[in-house]
């Protein structure tokens, strides 16, 4: 998703950032642990009016492993960094975030968050119910738009823009519970980790069409991230849902051009451009295109811009797996998924950032638009009663194992 502007307002995190921890480490585990530790101490303990969440495990030998998060219920669940340890990078941060007292002190709360916006600036937001792009027509004050599903109306805030003309093409994007309180939350300890789960009642307050209710798993394990959202429409209406994650995922390196894509999507759904990447309602084939990410070791991501969706995914023994590589620090990461409504793949990664975002959702950008012909955009049908559930872990690896 174009993102132009929160890559201007992110220049001081990005300081801060380049001098400490998210820097790719060269030297040993402890001095990079050191540094970790010294940041931390500076920071919040609530966010939002609700504490911080840190799942943490031991490390155990000298494989890459998973050692920490830090969860922010107060923000919609948002993973807002993951702390790994990696053979050559000691200990890291995997997600692109600056500390959590310079996003609390900087970002949260401020003009550009009215909508919860700067959760998905860095860190990981969940997205619900509905992740990307949404149109309508705009309101007389700018603050909604309106858009419908089979005949009922729905008004949605009006929270993004053009990268290039704030005030032009407004639209809604990412869901309802940017900001949002979790309740109920509980973490407890597993053979090899910790695990959090929260409810959100009511999710949506009103702006959906029934009344909704969440419910989060976030485990740690050494070899996963393992996240889950139940959606259960507790209402008395029909009801469209989506979901989805938004992770940063850090290339270690900081070597945008050589790392490795694999997205196992064969269709891209053509948008108008990248400053409002909106569909066209068109889906085009990628191969032999510079969107074919298709070699299961991935392509070199070079000096092109992305921010696209792919669909008619290629599923494995149920699972959908996408994978970032780093050759220049042998590292990857996948996002692995598991629930079969997951029809789209999103990722963000213009050629200037150290990251790329990946986003398994159930639908197509615009799910509502009529671009689409009456085409199925991947929105989940709940009826009173019914639920559905989003599942996709982490998971990291070397590129190239040691013999």
Same mark, same amino acid.
């Given at each position: 998703? @174009? ?39 500076? /920071? ?49 941060? *995997? ?5 959590? /007292? ?9 003009? @550009? ?49 053009? @990268? ?38 009511? =999710? ?24 889950? $959202? ?7 209406? +029909? ?23 694999? *997205?196992?999507?064969?269709?891209? =759904?053509? *948008?108008?451009?990248?400053?409002? *990447? ?29 921010? +696209? ?23 990857? $990461? ?7 409504? $997951?029809?789209? $793949? ?13 986003? /398994? ?43």
């Amino acid at each position: 998703m @174009s993102r132009f502007r929160y890559l201007a307002w992110l220049a001081p995190a990005l300081l801060i950032v380049v001098a400490g921890c998210q820097k790719p480490s060269t030297s040993s585990t402890k001095t990079t642990a050191a540094k970790t530790t010294s940041t931390a101490t500076a /920071e919040p303990t609530e966010i939002n009016g609700m504490p911080v969440v840190h799942l943490k495990r031991k490390q155990t030998g000298d494989t890459p492993q998973f050692l920490g998060m830090t969860i922010l219920p107060g923000r919609g669940m948002n993973t807002f960094q993951i702390t790994g340890y990696f053979p050559g990078l000691g200990v890291f941060h *995997v997600l692109h975030a600056p500390t959590l /007292e310079v996003a609390n002190t900087k970002y949260y709360g401020t003009a @550009s968050d009215a909508y919860g916006d700067d959760s998905f600036a860095f860190g990981g937001a969940f997205l619900v119910p509905y992740p990307n792009r949404i149109l309508g027509k705009v309101s007389a004050d700018k603050k909604t738009i309106t858009t419908y599903w089979h005949g009922h109306k729905l008004v949605l805030p009006a929270n993004w823009h053009n @990268s290039a003309h704030p005030t032009e093409d407004l639209h809604a994007m990412h869901g309802l519970i940017l900001k949002e309180n979790a309740s109920n939350v509980k973490v407890e300890n597993t053979p090899d980790g910790q695990v959090v789960t929260a409810d959100m009642p009511d =999710a949506f307050h009103g702006q959906w069409l029934s009344k909704t209710d969440l419910h989060f798993r976030i485990a740690l394990t050494a070899k996963a991230i393992d996240a889950q $959202i139940t959606a259960k429409n507790v209402g008395n209406e +029909d009801e469209p849902m989506s979901m989805a994650w938004h992770p940063y995922l850090r290339i270690p390196s900081g070597e945008h051009a050589q790392a490795l894509l694999h *997205v196992p999507g064969t269709m891209r =759904a053509e *948008v108008n451009n990248y400053q409002d *990447v909106f569909v066209t309602g068109k889906l085009m084939p990628v191969k032999g295109t510079r969107w074919d990410f298709l070699a299961p070791q991935g392509k070199p991501l070079d000096h092109g811009y992305l921010d +696209d969706n792919w669909s008619h995914l290629l599923w494995k023994n149920g699972k959908l797996t996408v994978s970032l590589s780093d050759p220049a620090s042998n590292y990857k $990461i996948s996002e692995v998924g598991f629930s079969p409504q $997951i029809k789209t $793949i999103q990722v963000y990664s213009p050629p200037t950032v150290k990251f790329a975002v990946v986003e /398994e959702q159930f639908n197509f950008a615009d799910p509502f638009g009529k671009e689409w012909h009456g085409m199925n955009t991947g929105m989940v049908t709940l009826k009173p009663g019914q639920s559905v559930t989003w599942h996709v872990q982490l998971q990291m690896s070397e590129l190239h194992p040691a013999k």
